[in-house]
């Protein structure tokens, strides 16, 4: 609820209670009350918060949402001017009036040092660590800084990550010709129909790497990207998973060393090495580091028995209306055991029982009724908070599920080249079903209203923007191989078209009342409307980012140091029909149309809906600011595991 009245403590010897000290705002009691402030940027703040309160459609953020962000965003905004204030008033206080000479010069130089120190850690508290509202806010207002956020800072750390320079050897010589050399017939070389040996269509190794270097610097922060994600994930979740008596540093840093420190047998284990060369084998041992949170907290709830009762013993209020009142099942505590054994006697003298669903029956006195068993004495239900993490463990499963059958997409795909446009088409749109398929059943699982299994809105945006990232770069790594400027065209033109003539069919009122009618939706229109606004906007993000992050990996790794540990962007072999300026030009254009197309539904969608998908897209993250690190996070970790996929590992 808003606060039109915020109280602050009686001690007058606060700077704010002696501001507020007057008849205006008497002391009641141990309080002030103190009535809102009128101050100029009020106007100014009311036109910014529109968005967050937009007249009724049925969005979620309507009502108790936009009312909580309306109040956390003004409150905010003051208590940052109120410690703006303060610390410039204790600046001009050390001061003393004297800033001339090279003294003053000193004083004026650290003083803005460290109100930029103390701003940058205001900063980096307010959006990534514990993020609030008006940070948030202010970030994803203007769009230039909402792409800087969202789209060029996980597309640059991507690309970073995979141009850091691998200390690179020869290859012995027993793998020096694994690849086909210029002069090589590809009829009879190694990748020949004929030869035992085919080569993936992401290349093979060219080079020896530094395991050491991979393990500690590359793999490394891969895994802690995945961790980060996890946690953030949990924190959308309002659950922590680390026990509380370590914390959450100790709890991480063991599960980091833990990640580190497996493969290294592996590694110095002669019989076991060639594990190492598969990708597929370092990324599930990231998913079990991935799971390791989550069977943490599954283990912490079970240890504390969340899923046999409830954490605090009812009342005797409370167990009036419940079972165990009347039949004395479950496990009640030595107080109350005592009354309901007198009032199960009591009972009986009159007559009669009340069973578990309080229905009056007479006494039966049958000889064959037993006493059950103690253990089966326990609740025969679960309490809903563990139904709902259970709902939810089941969504990470089904994410980790759609990252994999993209791999091994990929790998068929890249295993059967060369293609031809109608197979490229249909591999593009069969891994587009697979993902919308997933995507739909996660969203299920999640829901996005209270009530449902999860019943998280800020989830299920995370996971639809998951979702068309995994769509999105598995898409971008085929551009790699694609043959011609019409394979291009057809791809780009099937998209564009779907989703300009597609997606305002889907959310028409005709559209959703047969989903309603088929029982494929329970949400009303307005709150349909909303979702699929979202969808909008969450696409365009990951088209873009997506997009952004192959175009960079493309120029990092074809002109840089790592081209021979990323051979699938080389494009030296003069026997593959693929080259760099056809995949780096037409991967342009084909952006260049996106954005096109993107403006253009968006611009249809305003005018024929009256819903600007900007506007709720900023409005979700302004309104749930643990949105924003998310969603860098998890951007960043699909990014990273599409890369990951196509690195060529040989180690010394």
Not at 73 to 92: F, I, M, P, V
Not at 168 to 194: A, F, I, M, V
Not at 633 to 638: G, N, R, S
Request: proline fraction near 6%.
């Amino acid at each position: 609820m808003p606060e039109f009245f915020p109280f602050i403590p009686g001690t007058e010897t606060g700077r704010a209670a002696r501001q507020h000290a007057s008849d205006a705002s008497p002391l009641l009691g141990r309080f002030r009350a103190v009535p809102p402030s009128r101050n100029p940027r009020a106007g100014q703040q009311q036109q910014q918060i529109g968005l967050l309160s937009s007249g009724g459609r049925g969005s979620v953020h309507v009502g108790y949402g936009a009312l909580i962000a309306a109040a956390g965003l003004e409150g905010d905004y003051s208590d940052e001017e109120e410690d703006d204030d303060e610390d410039e008033d204790a600046d001009d206080d050390d001061d003393g009036g004297n800033n001339r000479g090279c003294g003053g010069i000193l004083r004026r130089t650290g003083r803005s040092w460290r109100r930029f120190v103390r701003l940058s850690r205001r900063s980096v508290r307010d959006l990534w660590i514990a993020p609030r509202q008006p940070a948030v806010k202010r970030v994803v207002e203007k769009w230039w800084s909402r792409w800087g956020v969202l789209v060029f800072l996980p597309a640059a750390l991507a690309v970073a990550w995979c141009a850091l320079p691998f200390p690179q050897y020869p290859l012995s010589p027993s793998h020096s010709r694994t690849h086909p050399q210029p002069h090589e017939d590809p009829k009879t070389g190694p990748d020949s129909p004929s030869s035992d040996h085919r080569v993936p269509g992401h290349g093979e190794a060219r080079v020896q790497v530094n395991f050491w270097f991979f393990l500690f610097v590359y793999y490394g922060f891969y895994n802690l990207t995945a961790l980060i994600w996890i946690t953030k994930v949990f924190n959308l979740y309002s659950l922590n998973w680390w026990p509380s008596t370590l914390g959450f540093p100790l709890t991480v840093s063991l599960i980091a060393v833990v990640s580190l420190a497996a493969p290294i047998p592996v590694y110095l284990i002669p019989e076991a090495r060639y594990l190492t060369i598969h990708n597929t084998a370092w990324i599930s041992w990231t998913f079990v580091i991935m799971a390791m949170p989550v069977a943490i907290a599954f283990c912490i709830l079970m240890t504390h028995e969340r899923h046999l009762g409830l954490r605090h013993s009812l009342s005797e209020t409370q167990r009036i209306f419940t079972s165990s009142w009347w039949t004395g099942g479950g496990k009640p505590d030595n107080d109350n055991s005592a009354l309901s054994a007198s009032r199960n006697h009591n009972n009986r003298r009159r007559g009669f029982s009340l069973d578990a669903d309080a229905a009056l029956q007479v006494a039966d006195q049958s000889p064959r009724r037993h006493r059950m068993p103690a253990l089966l004495q326990r609740r025969r239900w679960l309490p809903a908070s563990f139904v709902r993490f259970v709902w939810f463990c089941l969504a990470l499963f089904v994410g980790l599920l759609a990252y994999l059958a993209g791999e091994a997409y990929a790998e068929i795909y890249l295993r059967t080249l060369p293609h031809n446009s109608f197979e490229t088409i249909v591999y593009v749109y069969s891994w587009v079903v697979t993902v919308h398929l997933l995507d739909a059943l996660t969203g299920w699982i999640l829901g996005a209203s209270e009530g449902e299994r999860v019943g998280s809105y800020p989830l299920s945006w995370i996971f639809k923007l998951y979702f068309m990232l995994t769509y999105q770069t598995y898409v971008r790594a085929l551009y790699a191989r694609l043959r011609s400027p019409q394979q291009f065209v057809w791809l780009q033109g099937l998209s564009s078209g779907f989703l300009i003539v597609l997606t305002p069919l889907t959310m028409t009122q005709t559209y959703h009342r047969v989903l309603s009618m088929v029982g494929l939706t329970g949400q009303s229109y307005a709150s349909y409307q909303k979702i699929r606004t979202r969808d909008v906007f969450i696409r365009s993000l990951a088209e873009n980012v997506s997009m952004l992050a192959f175009l960079g990996s493309i120029l990092a790794l074809h002109f840089g140091p790592n081209k021979h540990v990323y051979p699938y962007f080389a494009f030296d072999d003069p026997d593959e029909l693929y080259d760099f300026e056809l995949t780096f030009y037409a991967s342009a254009v084909t952006w260049a149309c996106e954005l096109a197309a993107g403006i253009v539904l968006r611009q249809l969608i305003r005018w024929v809906f009256g819903v600007n998908a900007s506007a709720e897209g900023k409005m979700d993250l302004a309104v749930w600011p643990e949105l924003l690190p998310t969603s860098v996070a998890v951007t960043l970790h699909v990014l990273q595991s599409m890369l990951f996929s196509i690195i060529r590992l040989h180690f010394r």
